[in-house]
């Protein structure tokens, strides 16, 4: 069964740090990885997804790579701001018996960004 | 820019009560999906739609639970009969392919 660890937990920085967060997998036979960020209360917005043949994927500050063969994937936010604030969750997607595409969800790191 | 929607936003239901969550998928998407969150706990997936039938369903989406497309453009999820421990936010979700999942802003039921 796929298992997905999200260190850290929480994370507490000051305006303009560059931050690595970490998601990490059990079973490497994976579709793709998603990475989300959630505001409180709110849903889940898609940030990266990474193709398990890729190795990495780039938006704005935002950069995520992926490591299948370690079963590690970094979320890297440059010049972190304030409104980056929120709970960023990685999601994977296996190939596995049968064909199964369902997700398996990390916890989620909590960021707080403060000015 | 297109998004996923769905109501009611909150939704409070006695033990045992049917409910009926609905959300309105990104127009040209083709899979669609519920997932639920208890406060505190791991997003879950709970069933994935596509071409009018399931294509996959967890544990979690037992016999009480059921989801239907009843017109081109609405997604629902049932729960027959509601249990204390289904309080959570449910949020669905849609994609084009089997690719990035674009989520809606979830649905927090309340069972009391």
């Known amino acids: 069964k796929q298992e997905v660890t999200q260190i850290p937990a929480a994370l507490s920085v000051p305006e303009g740090e560059n931050l690595v967060l970490n998601c990490s997998f059990t079973d490497s036979a994976i579709y793709n990885l998603q990475w989300f960020r959630q505001d409180p209360g709110k849903g889940l917005t898609s940030l990266l997804l990474i193709q398990s043949s890729q190795r990495e994927q780039t938006s704005g500050r935002l950069n995520a790579s992926l490591d299948k063969s370690s079963g590690r994937s970094t979320l890297y936010i440059a010049a972190s701001q304030p409104g980056d604030s929120a709970t960023y969750l990685c999601a994977v997607r296996p190939i596995g018996t049968g064909g199964s595409y369902i997700p398996t969800f990390g916890r989620g790191t909590s960021l707080i960004v403060h000015p | ?112």
């Open chain 2, 1 to 112: 820019e297109p998004e996923v929607t769905q109501t009611p936003s909150h939704q409070v239901t006695q033990m045992g009560q049917e409910v009926i969550l609905r959300c309105v998928p990104i127009s040209n998407h083709l899979y669609f999906y519920w997932y639920r969150q208890i406060l505190g706990q791991k997003v879950e997936f709970l069933v994935s739609f596509y071409n009018n039938e399931i294509s996959e369903k967890s544990e979690i989406f037992d016999d009480q639970f059921s989801v239907e497309r009843p017109d081109g453009s609405n997604f629902t999820l049932k729960i027959r009969s509601t249990k204390l421990e289904d309080s959570a936010m449910y949020f669905c979700a849609s994609s084009e392919h089997t690719d990035t999942q674009y989520f809606g802003p979830g649905t927090r039921l309340t069972v009391l």
